[in-house]
């Protein structure tokens, strides 16, 4: 209890607002962006954390509830994560009873894995508290406000999917 | 060249689009502030590997051109990931004269990370590319749509902040 290894949530959760409301108001969007997912996480984990559930292994339940079945190699793709990483969670998540890893008749050279049904049923679970984060994220916003933000997301995520593609000149000087 | 461990990055922004265009346009905001971050990183990883930086990299150099001098937790703090994830960069950045570990006469027991001037000029290099991604990423939006989208994120962070400091009662039914 007395020394952690992790940052005080109420610390960073400070250090953030203070970076927004006095030191670089009018920096990067994409930083600003990235603070926010952050600051989601931050309190989907504290609420996960009551349940005993690490967001880690979150990230990887939210991928599976909506299709499991899927190798490893898949299951990193989808998370955005490299491959040690998703096999050391899916070694905990399986000794937590919650996934196994099988092998299919057609293809005996890849490992799939599967949500048994206490993995299953942990989505009902989970999903409200992430709800609930969301309810309150945005309770300080007006409903045009966050329709508008939600366009804004949009934009820029069609911006730069173009821009990867490669599909799009420059905008720029 | 063949068979990459890595997602396609083309692969990936289509996928998320289509999320947000047709399978699950409602999906929770949580949801789309995260796929804006990654789209942000997305193409910063692009441009960062065209001068051999990787993404990773990015995210200490970041913190170090702010302040340098910090001890590995710190600087894990900042980052936001675990010591080890940041001793195997710091240790490749050290290795190609970005960084140095030094221990300070007053304090033998910690390790700090300093800059290099290589590292320090880097920074004139780098933080255009983010810039230039900032740009792209916003030019399908009125100056007058990102400033709401800003007002909402900060709103959120705000909220956020006062979740995890038990400094509020939950906006829930």
Same mark, same amino acid.
């Given at each position: 209890m007395s020394i952690s290894?992790?940052?005080?949530?109420?610390?960073?959760?400070?250090?953030?607002?203070?970076?927004w409301r006095e030191a670089v108001p009018n920096d990067r969007f994409a930083h600003l962006v990235k603070d926010a997912t952050r600051?989601?996480?931050?309190?989907?984990?504290?609420?996960?954390?009551?349940?005993?559930v690490p967001f880690g292994h979150w990230t990887f339940l939210r991928v599976l509830w909506e299709r499991d079945g899927l190798t490893q190699k898949q299951l990193s793709d989808e998370v955005g994560v490299m491959e040690p990483t998703t096999f050391a969670a899916v070694k905990a998540m399986e000794s937590r009873g919650w996934v196994e890893r099988r092998q299919?008749?057609?293809?005996?050279?890849?490992?799939?894995?599967?949500?048994?049904? /206490?993995? @299953? !049923? $942990?989505? *009902?679970?989970?999903?409200? =508290? +992430?709800?609930q984060v969301?309810?309150?994220?945005?309770?300080?916003?007006?409903?045009?406000?966050?329709?508008? /933000?939600? @366009? !804004? $997301?949009? *934009?820029?995520?069609?911006? =730069? +999917?173009?821009?990867?593609?490669?599909?799009?000149?420059?905008?720029?000087?």
């Open positions: 290894s992790k940052p005080d949530p109420r610390t960073e959760a400070q250090s953030i607002l203070l970076h600051s989601f996480q931050r309190s989907l984990q504290m609420r996960l954390a009551d349940h005993d299919l008749a057609e293809n005996r050279k890849n490992v799939y894995v599967f949500l048994t049904e /206490a993995g @299953r !049923v $942990l989505k *009902a679970k989970l999903v409200p =508290l +992430a709800e969301n309810r309150l994220a945005v309770a300080g916003s007006s409903a045009e406000e966050i329709a508008t /933000a939600r @366009r !804004v $997301l949009l *934009a820029i995520i069609t911006q =730069l +999917a173009l821009d990867v593609s490669g599909e799009t000149s420059l905008v720029d000087e």
